[in-house]
């Protein structure tokens, strides 16, 4: 029952703009904290932006700072992941993720390419 679906990857050049939504089915959306990893071949899956429950809380890896914005629509259940000023580095497989710590609950997407080349 619990689904996360991503979208909106795909080709853009460097300097270029996207933007990735992911939305949730399956539980209470509003009960976790949301996150976008990243995995590109032959290197470690990498934390890029989380969100907590109610936006109050944002999180960036140095990496992306400036660049990309995270956030949610509690209505719609869905997280996005606002890419802007992109490079060739920020090519990778992107992973929506849900957590609920207190419960220890974890969901994934199944992944979004995202590949940046002149």
């Known amino acids: 029952q619990v689904q996360l679906v991503e979208s909106g990857g795909g080709l853009v050049q460097p300097g270029g703009s996207l933007r990735l939504s992911c939305v949730a089915s399956g539980f209470t959306f509003s009960s976790y904290a949301m996150s976008w990893y990243r995995q590109a071949p032959g290197k470690e899956r990498e934390l890029v932006a989380s969100?907590?429950?109610?936006?109050?809380?944002?999180n960036y890896a140095d990496s992306v700072k400036g660049r990309f914005t995270i956030s949610r629509d509690n209505a719609k259940n869905t997280v996005y992941l606002q890419m802007n000023s992109v490079k060739p580095e920020d090519t990778a497989v992107y992973y929506c993720?849900?957590?609920?710590?207190?419960?220890?609950?974890?969901?994934w997407g199944q992944g979004t390419q995202v590949t940046v080349s002149s």
């Open positions: 993720n849900a957590l609920r710590t207190v419960t220890r609950d974890d969901y």
């Open positions: 969100i907590g429950r109610f936006a109050v809380n944002t």
